[in-house]
């Protein structure tokens, strides 16, 4: 789809599919709900809808952990709505009741009970459903179902196991794959996830037809990495490397650094295709939405890439790299027993023996298991089998002696990060190199030429960065008409700001985090600064509220310190403070203005929560039944009729639309 072209400065509300409670869906939002929510935009003027990714993420609530890039979430289906479904409304109303005073999302529940009905209704459709030439054409336009389907049952008959740990089917060729698909002994089998996904394009496709014809824009979400247990992964493993995960490197508020799980992309073979794989998942979310938000876009130009088995994000390097050769290291007066020191974790038996009831001889006995004794020292280095963190707590050695050489497995300068073609080890700097115990041994002089090398490796990255960032993005972005807005928080490197620019991607502006780090204080950036070229936000589905952040995390002297030209601000994040608030950062020069659903709610009383943390969608670090089940706390039916809300986000619109005559006086 196009984005339209608004008159005006644009207004959204992000809200979860799921999130949506309606008098008539089932225990957590359907896509039919798109349209009442519709309707209340359009009766406020209120002109998109920004939704969380909607794609089948089987037992997981979190929708960053999809089964296929393709798939949409059986969750989303109306029941009801289903033809040949007749016969089965008492059940579809028991389960209604059943959960429709949840206060959060009872979401394995209302999966495991829809997936129940579905395959009811289809059993007892099954002879028209497999003969109806509707399924059969959309089939034919959508061939990424076979493999969907062929890997939903096999998942299904190993009681939803990861592939991995299926007795059989784990690396299937894509002709293998096809065949199984063609069987007639399973046709039935896979026919049932074609059918349901068939009629979920047709609700969503419906939704979002409503939504155009109220004037509303859909604005999706798209994740950049895939779980390591969905359809593409093992469907197309050409695609991934399975070797290494992505995460995040350390950092103040996470010192080992984070691993996610997710395996990293091959992108020299994703290019050899011409980059298919990606251009059929942009293609399948322009059938539904105006634009697009790129989730983690820091990851086209470079990925932070961990090996697997490691648990944290420490030892990770990014991908492309310019590596470092050990003849680089050599004409830095390194020879091969100093580039040992620096590239392998050298263990004093001293500190295993601290954990060990200082017992100098079972010390040995232990380490012997899993190190080496350089000569006849007190210092030990790991076997060369030992690849990762995983290998070390697998080993017959105690807990407490795991640990220390897990923190011991992390101290060192450099590591390798890949080889050259004759075999010769390439490597890469750790994060926090400067930390290492070889740092700390380092002369003077030594330290200043490992500087200038790693800074000029640094340089190099940038470069790689800049070209591959460029080139995935321009291929991406010059495939559709969908305006691309990108998820760019946290430290990034020069070049995003300037390619993003180049290709028309939005920047994103979280107004809590736009500030000026290094001043006194650390006020506010002014709202002018955005510059047009950005969607500005108050909050993400990964912090709290406005509200919490106000209320529980400073927030209030934040904007005190910032606009101090403005009258009092009370601690109280009362309706009031909340519109004052809302009403002068909307008339930021962003050209989208898009709010969290629970921000524009905390504008009516009636719908104040005890507790702002109950407002939050996702609490990042944690696994919970919490997060990702947030609900509204009325209907939609209700919730359009409370004047005082209408009332509210009208007003608020109308001085977003007035924004850009009068925003010269925000300074």
Known sequence: MQFPQFDHPVTGMAVPVGALR????????????????????????????????????????????????????????????????????PEIREMRARFENETRIPYRAVRDAKLDLLRKIYAAEE??????????????????????????????????ASWKQWHSHQTPTHGEILKRWDSPQRKADHLFYAWVQMLLDSQFSAACAYCRKKGVALKGDIPILMNEDSCDAWANPEFFRDDLRAGNPPDDMNPLGQNWGFPIYNWENLAESGYSWWLNRIASCGRYYDAYRIDHILGFFRIWAIPQGNGTGFLGWTIPNDPVSRGELYQLGFSDERIRWITEPHVPTRAVEEVNNFDYLGTHGILQK??????????????????????????????????????????????????????????APVW??????????????????????????????????????????????????MLACAEDLGSIPDCVPSVLGELGILGLKVLRWERYWNDDNQPL?????????????????????????????????????????????????????????????????????????????????????????????????????????WRLPDTLEAIKKNHDLVSAISRLVKIRRAGAETHGAEK
């Open 432 to 481: 926090n190199y400067r930390d290492t115990t070889a740092w700390k041994s380092f002369t003077e002089e030594e330290r200043v030429l490992m500087n200038e090398l790693i800074q000029r490796k640094s340089d190099s990255n940038n470069t790689l960065w800049e070209k591959q960032g460029r080139t995935i993005l321009s291929a991406i972005t010059g495939s559709t008409s």
């Open 525 to 629: 950036k002014p709202l002018d600064s955005y510059g047009t070229d950005s969607v500005a936000t108050t909050s993400v589905h990964d912090s709290s509220t406005l509200r919490g952040w106000w209320e529980q995390e400073g927030g209030a002297d934040v904007i005190r310190t910032s606009w101090p030209e403005t009258e009092h601000w009370p601690d109280a994040y009362s309706p009031e403070t909340a519109a004052r608030l809302l009403e002068r950062f909307a008339r930021t020069p962003s050209r989208l203005f898009v709010l969290p659903v629970q921000d524009f709610l905390d504008l009516c009383s009636t719908y104040r929560s005890k507790d702002p943390v109950d407002d939050r969608i996702n609490i990042p670090g944690t696994v919970s039944a919490f997060n990702w089940t």
């Open 370 to 427: 899993i190190m080496d004794r350089v000569r006849d020292e007190e210092l030990w280095v790991f076997k060369p089998h030992l690849r990762s963190e995983q290998d070390i707590y697998n080993a017959d050695i105690p807990p407490a002696v795991q640990d220390v050489l897990v923190r011991c497995w992390r101290d060192r300068l450099l590591q390798e990060s890949s080889r050259d073609e004759k075999g010769n080890p390439l490597y």
């Open 22 to 89: 309606s008098e008539q869906n089932c225990g957590m939002g359907e896509f039919r709900d798109l349209k009442p929510l519709a309707d209340f935009c359009a009766k406020t003027g209120i002109d998109l809808i920004q939704l969380l990714p909607v794609n089948d993420t089987g037992t997981e609530s979190s929708p960053y952990s999809a089964l296929s890039a393709f798939a949409l979430h059986p969750v989303y289906i109306s029941l009801d709505e289903i033809p040949g479904a007749k016969a089965f409304l």
């Open 127 to 160: 002879q028209s459903i497999r003969s109806d030439p509707a399924l059969g054409a959309w089939i034919e336009k959508n061939p990424w179902i076979a493999e969907y389907a062929v890997f939903m049952n096999l998942k299904y008959r190993n009681a939803d």
